[in-house]
């Protein structure tokens, strides 16, 4: 059975850092795209950031310079390294991991930024 789980989320100022972890057990088999989205209160959950087998990432505008994903080469975890982080991060960060017969999700992880 599938599972990530999420690691990593706090309570941190605005300006500071977090590196949230996705660890991934389990076998996954054909991944197309590891990420991260978040989902703030009464908002839709949003995209922040992707990374492709290949390696090649994407960012939501809003967070563009600021937050960094990676992954492991197993592909058994991802990362999200998030800097200069705001009020407007406030959020529930999910993992997600696209393969070519599902989407797999996690729990989720808080992240609040204030001060």
């Known amino acids: 059975q599938v599972q990530l789980v999420e690691s990593g989320g706090g309570l941190v100022q605005p300006g500071g850092s977090l590196r949230l972890s996705c660890a991934v057990s389990?076998?996954?088999?054909?991944?197309?795209?590891m990420g991260w989205y978040r989902q703030a209160p009464g908002k839709e959950r949003e995209l922040v950031a992707t990374?492709?087998?290949?390696?090649?990432?994407s960012y939501a505008d809003s967070v563009k310079g600021r937050f960094t994903i990676s992954r492991d080469n197993a592909k058994t975890a991802v990362y999200l390294q998030m800097n200069s982080l705001k009020p407007e991060d406030t959020a529930v960060y999910y993992c997600h991991i696209e393969t070519r017969y599902r989407d797999y999700w996690g729990q989720g992880t808080q992240v609040t930024i204030s001060s």
């Open positions: 389990g076998s996954i088999f054909s991944i197309n795209i």
């Open positions: 990374i492709t087998t290949g390696d090649r990432t």
